[in-house]
């Protein structure tokens, strides 16, 4: 089962930043923050991730909590081409369960 | 540097036949995971190899499905006998070192199996 909740669906004016939250009030110590998105039915595209500290890098940021139960993605500013499912996943970084745990996702809609 | 490559990207089988999936990993990644994604569902976890051995296949149906990553050549997914529920699009995922703080998984286009 998923660790997280994400809203199913959110709208974003293209050149706007668009910002996805992202609740895992049950994560754990040794449990990183993912992010991953799917364009249509491509493979999954790997984002961002961070463990207690805000990260950036040349797609987007990550924000995460200072308690560490939610985070957000920002993407700052939104293309057509970012319209895709986005997965926020939390996964341990070390012990045997390394799989990824995909949940529902938000459909990240970029309007013209 | 080559992304991971998944082969055939479209596979067409009649019920009972047998599928190969092929999976090769970015260069210098020895750790292979393979998802499924049943239409209009979620990706799923099916099972974690590292080069000839299976580590995880927790999430493998019990019949028909086996998964292998010899010492020279590509990843495996081999469903046997398949049936129309194994109509779907398999992804595989590569990431470089088991006990790296960042083992970030990266994933390949897919194959999607389609089983008439």
């Known amino acids: 089962d998923a660790k997280t909740t994400q809203p199913p669906s959110m709208d974003c004016a293209e050149g706007r930043a668009a910002n996805l939250p992202c609740n895992h009030s049950?994560?754990?110590?040794?449990?990183?923050v993912y992010w991953y998105r799917q364009i249509h039915s491509q493979g999954p595209q790997y984002i961002i991730h961070?463990?207690?500290n805000n990260e950036t890098n040349e797609m987007a940021s990550l924000i995460i909590t200072e308690d560490r139960k939610s985070s957000t993605l920002i993407l700052p500013h939104a293309t057509l081409r970012d319209t895709a499912v986005y997965y926020c996943?939390?996964?341990?970084?070390?012990?045997?369960?390394?799989?990824?745990?995909f949940g529902s996702g938000t459909q990240l809609t970029v309007l013209p | 540097n080559a992304g991971v490559m998944q082969n055939p990207r479209h596979l067409v089988r009649r019920r009972g036949q047998e599928a190969r999936l092929r999976c090769s990993p970015m260069?210098?990644?020895?750790?292979v995971y393979w998802y499924r994604q049943l239409p209009e569902e979620g990706l799923k976890f099916m099972v974690y190899?590292?080069?000839?051995?299976?580590?995880?296949e927790s999430g493998m149906p019990k019949e028909r499905f086996s998964a292998e990553f010899p010492k020279e050549g590509p990843s495996i997914l081999r469903i046997q006998q398949v049936v129309r529920g194994d109509s779907a699009a398999y992804f595989c995922?590569?990431?470089?070192?088991?006990?790296?703080?960042?083992?970030?998984?990266?994933f390949g286009p897919g194959t999607r199996l389609t089983v008439l």
């Open positions: 995922a590569s990431s470089p070192d088991r006990d790296s703080l960042a083992d970030t998984q990266y």
């Open positions: 049950t994560i754990s110590g040794n449990e990183y």
């Open positions: 961070g463990l207690k």
């Open positions: 996943i939390v996964r341990p970084y070390s012990g045997s369960a390394r799989q990824l745990t």
């Open positions: 260069k210098g990644h020895s750790h």
């Open positions: 190899l590292q080069k000839e051995n299976i580590i995880d």
